[in-house]
């Protein structure tokens, strides 16, 4: 019975850690690392993990940007450390700094000049029946660019929605662009050599986050993938210029990969 306990509390933890914001790597690794007292080598963490050593590579990368580990050189080789769980609050803190400079752009955008329409779905059923129509309702030959920390999120969170979505979006001719990050690379380029009209660049020290972005012709989304996800869409043809023109620049800047 404590063995199940202590599994079932082990899963939660991890759970919680990738709701603030960090992947299901990085949680692996930070949690293995919070549990030693003396600093260890990546080819250990690999071993305790059973992750991928490119992946243990990236994740330590990110998690030491976040500031939740650090490492030292002994013998020309890194050692990581957890720094201590305290700085998880920090992190909340930071989010919600972020969070309330996205509530008060939706209050600027609530009293732009031109008519818009704001909705909002919650839970998985809602996410799905809303992404199913706006690929029904999309014009042939149209867009869609992504600013996405999470993109693997999206697919999951379609399940088995997700081949019929890519279908009606073939045949749509669609023209995606993703900005994703360093993590997401693999991924991308699966999605890029399956998939026509698809391309994306990598920004430079752009974390996995919880939140997309979609800009579309006439509207933008933001998909908040937590307990339960979140889609805050505003219809608004103006704001949705002005945010492409913003992702624009972020593609230029990002560069070919």
Known sequence: MKQNHDKKGSERLLKNLEKIGLTEKEARIYVYLVGRTLEVGSSKIVTATGLHG??????????EGKGLVKHVIK???????????ARIE?????????ANEARDM?????GHQYEQEFEVYQGEDQFVANELKMIEEAEKDSFIDIIGGGGDKFKETLGESHEFYDKKSIEKNIAVR???????????ERVKGSRVNFDFRIMPKFNNSSVNTLIYPDQIQFQIYGD?????????????????TFFDSLWNLCGEH
């Open 106 to 110: 939706l209050e600027k955008m609530f």
């Open 228 to 244: 339960p996800v979140l889609v805050f869409k505003i219809k608004n043809e103006q704001i949705a210029r002005d945010y492409r």
């Open 75 to 85: 013998n020309n080789r890194k050692k990581w450390s957890a720094n201590p769980p």
């Open 54 to 63: 490119q992946y243990v590579y990236t994740a330590l990368e990110s998690l």
């Open 90 to 98: 920090s992190l909340i803190d930071e989010k919600r700094i972020v």
């Open 178 to 188: 993703y900005i994703g990050t360093g993590e997401q690379q693999n991924y991308l």
